[in-house]
């Protein structure tokens, strides 16, 4: 679907099969086949939908899981180098790898604590 906009500002929707240009070309005699439409029906048809906001947030939350699980894998780098314990980390980096197996993923999400402050960067 694609929308056209006249000159009072009065919307319309038509097929997108039909192209722009023909339709920029034309808009006088197009006012008069096309059925004029609200602007909240408008919005509603460029809102997106449920699949394409659980998608978005699901790779938002994706990525943020993903950078904090590099972060804790460099932890328990450097506290291994040290020859230190590292065990909560490593159970705080499965359960970060384990948040999109939550039941309410990506919308109702209950992210793990960490076990301590980050030693580095």
């Known amino acids: 679907m694609k929308y056209f906009r006249d000159e009072n500002n009065k919307l319309y929707g038509f097929d997108d099969d039909v192209h722009q240009d023909y339709i920029d070309s034309c ?7 096309l059925a ?11 809102a997106p939908t449920a699949a394409q906001k659980r998608a978005t947030e699901s790779a938002t939350l994706r990525s943020q899981r993903d950078e904090l699980v590099e972060r804790v894998s460099r932890e328990i780098n450097r506290l291994e180098d040290k020859s ?3 065990s909560a980390w490593r159970t705080y980096r499965e359960a970060l790898r ?5 039941t309410g993923f990506p919308f109702d ?4 604590q960490q076990p301590a402050e980050f030693t580095g960067k």
């Open 27 to 33: 808009a006088t005699k197009w006012k008069v086949s």
């Open 98 to 102: 384990n948040v999109p197996e939550q």
């Open 36 to 46: 004029s439409i609200s602007e909240d029906t408008y919005k509603l048809a460029l």
């Open 109 to 112: 999400v209950t992210w793990p």
């Open 84 to 86: 230190e314990d590292a």
